[in-house]
């Protein structure tokens, strides 16, 4: 329960423990470095990215992403290395994802990964992407037993934690909210740099007009592929400018783009107020890229006020994909004792978060 009080089970440590953690389960390149010290701190030590950028209008594809890892892998790990100033032989452990994600990607990392452990005689740590996410994100922010809104390219999930397991209290029925995003900022032509979900937020806040678009609550889930259909046929509707001309009747990208966020939003924000009234917490924590947008947050914010409690998130640094979050998980388990066998670090595109033991909390 909320506020009760629990003794970690993560032993205290006689030294430095250091991790490197790889993440590549889609677009996103990342090698991070984390310490763990004595007196119970943690530190980022380097979290270098690297990002495949298609030209705008189209998506990404899993062998040409694996192809844009596989030629960055050896720059990005020597950077992040660089950078925390430390030498591979210095790790206590390798961490890689394991899933969920594209498959192709997965296991160009998961490669690499394989690689240096033979090269180091380094242990393998294989990570859940959203267990990293929700570790990450609870490290930076300090928040202590929070509902997690989990919301990227690839999942939407409502999230608590009960003895030992992330459990999902609601999800997508079809599609994520970061596809969904993506996917019409590719209709409407909108740049992949820096991402497409970041160039939506941008072109929302210039809309004037609110458009109603369907709402699709179903008790704790939502479905998004139906709101995404109805946002792209509006650009075939007779009142649609590509530009603002000041007709009546007529809307623009721009009002597209605020009607459909407004709209996703609002549903994120009545699932998560349910998860909250059901557990009796009063702390939201939003992970993944799209937890990065200033208006979700907002809007969250405004429902956490409401019910006195309050939203933690992250910066960029954080919320995208990134190598650092992988490093925290993974160092976690391992200093429970856990490590993944070579022959098991195959990759899985399905993994979902509440089948990870969570052994480092009470």
């Not at 909108?190 to 160039?199: C, H, K, R, T, V």
């Not at 998860?275 to 907002?298: F, P, T, Y």
Request: proline fraction near 4%; glycine fraction near 10%; include cysteine.
């Amino acid at each position: 329960m909320p506020g009760r009080s629990r003794i970690s089970p993560l032993k205290r440590l006689d030294r430095d423990y250091i991790a490197l953690g790889l993440e590549g389960s889609a677009n996103k390149l990342g090698a991070g470095i984390i310490k763990h010290s004595p007196d119970g701190t943690t530190k980022v030590l380097s979290n270098v990215r690297h990002t495949y950028i298609t030209p705008p209008g189209e998506g990404f594809q899993p062998r040409d992403t694996a192809q844009h890892h596989r030629d960055w892998a050896l720059k990005v790990i020597r950077d992040a290395q660089q950078k925390a100033g430390i030498q591979l032989d210095d790790l206590d452990c390798i961490c890689f994802t394991k899933g969920p994600g594209m498959g192709a990607p997965l296991q160009s990392v998961a490669l690499v990964a394989r690689t240096l452990s033979l090269l180091y005689d380094k242990p393998l740590v294989g990570v859940n992407h959203c267990v990293g996410h929700i570790e990450m994100g609870r490290e930076i922010t300090g928040a202590q037993n929070p509902v997690v809104l989990y919301v990227s390219g690839g999942n939407t999930q409502v999230i608590a934690y009960s003895q030992q397991r992330y459990r999902i209290f609601g999800e997508t029925l079809d599609i994520a909210v970061g596809n969904c995003l993506d996917r019409f900022a590719r209709v409407i032509n909108l740049s992949n740099d820096p991402s497409p979900g970041y160039n939506i937020e941008k072109e929302a806040k210039k809309g004037k007009r609110f458009l109603p678009l369907p709402y699709s609550t179903k008790g704790m889930d939502v479905s998004l592929s139906g709101i995404l259909t109805s946002t792209e046929a509006l650009t075939f509707d007779k009142g649609f400018r590509a530009v603002e001309t000041g007709e009546e009747s007529t809307f623009t990208p721009a009002d597209l783009c605020f009607s459909l966020q407004e709209t996703v939003f609002a549903m994120l924000v009545e699932i998560t107020e349910r998860a909250m009234a059901h557990i009796g917490s009063k702390e939201v924590l939003i992970v993944g890229g799209v937890g990065c947008n200033e208006r979700l947050q907002e809007m969250m914010g405004i429902m956490a006020k409401e019910r006195g409690g309050q939203v933690f998130a992250t910066d960029e640094r954080f919320c995208i994909d990134n190598g650092i979050m992988i490093a925290q998980a993974g160092l976690l388990s391992h200093r429970m004792g856990f490590k993944t066998p070579l022959s098991k670090t195959t990759c899985t595109q399905r993994f979902r978060t509440d089948e990870v033991y969570i052994s480092w909390r009470a």
